[in-house]
């Protein structure tokens, strides 16, 4: 049989029905029209777009009310020729119209991405995101908690407050990208699914800073993710594939067909690939999408969910490989 025709790589993330689950994750890539539709030709499922962050918006009202108090300052008249700060919209108009003409540019989904601060930063913008047009909005969670006066209990009930109040607010799907740095992270994870998020997706990457001992400052570099960080986020995939409802999707370390093939055992139901796409162009995704085919077709699979979540801990034919147990048996058994 051929890969083709014989194999149904079709599969459902978030509330969307994909026709396979390589989706193109937020990048320089999807922050353009051109690169929205070279990742459609290419045959990206989905399509996540860079995240609306409101510190920016929100620095972008200061600097222009500053301006309005600096020129209203010379004559009167002036007063008249700008909006009243609340009117203003900025940067959010820029990503709204931005995401309604990637909508009308491709016929795939568009996911929006928010990177939220305060309550009302992200339920209002995550209403405008959904009027825009988004297929579904991706909480991008980026929280380095350093307050030490504050509990693991509190970072989670803010993530969960973040999911329930925007899930409320929209109808469109709503999926939430953890980071592992949680006291917790399956009951997290729980707890999110009983707020009724439709998607997880793990893992988000912090960045590092390093420190330049010779100009004494702190230095940021990116650093693009490589196969080495899958095995964190296959081990989560699959504690908890079968324990959510919620569907999930992988980010970081997917660069291979082999790789796609152990998200998806671990219980992944999409792949969101950024890092390999910047490094070998788009047309990866259609490597991607065929050789994930050609490799079910050879095993006389005859879907994705025939595979998917088979070596997940409710599935796999050795669980203690999640386990505890594991751990002592590699330490004992490793040799120089």
């Known amino acids: 049989m051929t890969a083709t025709t014989a194999v149904d790589l079709s599969t459902r993330y978030c509330g969307l029905d994909l026709p396979h689950p390589f989706v193109a994750g937020a990048s320089v890539l999807s922050d353009s029209l051109d690169g ?71 016929d795939v989904p568009v996911i929006a991405s928010l990177n939220g601060v305060t309550d009302a930063g992200w339920l209002d913008h995550a209403r405008e995101l959904e009027e825009a047009g988004a297929d579904a909005l991706e909480l991008n969670v980026y929280f380095v908690a350093t307050d030490p006066e504050e509990s693991g209990q509190a970072v989670d009930d803010r993530v969960v407050g973040i999911a329930r109040h925007v899930k409320g607010a929209v109808a469109i799907p709503v999926a939430v990208k953890l980071s592992p740095y949680y006291s917790s992270v399956a009951h997290l994870a729980a707890r999110l699914d009983g707020a009724g998020v439709d998607g997880l997706v793990l893992f988000n990457r912090f960045f590092q800073p390093d420190i330049d001992i010779g100009a004494l400052e702190m230095v940021s570099r990116l650093k693009l993710s490589d196969p080495s960080e899958l095995p964190l986020r296959l081990a989560w995939l699959g504690i908890l594939y079968g324990r959510v409802r919620a569907t999930m999707a992988v980010t970081g370390g997917v660069h291979g067909v082999e790789d796609g093939v152990k998200a998806i055992m671990s219980g992944a139901s999409a792949i969101q690939t950024v890092s390999a796409l910047l490094t070998r162009g788009p047309k990866h995704l259609t490597a991607l999408r065929q050789g994930l085919a050609d490799w079910l077709a050879e095993r006389e699979y005859r879907s994705l969910a025939q595979m998917k979540g088979s070596m997940s801990l409710l599935r796999c034919p050795d669980p203690s490989a999640y386990q505890r147990q594991n751990y002592m048996r590699l330490l004992q058994d490793w040799r120089p």
Do not use: C, N
């Open 36 to 106: 929205i539709r070279r990742l459609e030709d290419a045959g990206a499922a989905a399509i996540v777009l860079p995240s609306l962050f409101e510190e920016q918006l929100r620095q972008e009202q200061l600097a222009t009310v500053h301006e309005m108090e600096v020129h209203d300052e010379g004559f009167a008249e002036a007063l008249s020729f700008f909006p009243d700060p609340p009117d203003l919209t900025l940067g959010a108009e820029r990503y709204l119209e931005r995401l309604a003409a990637a909508k009308a540019a491709v």
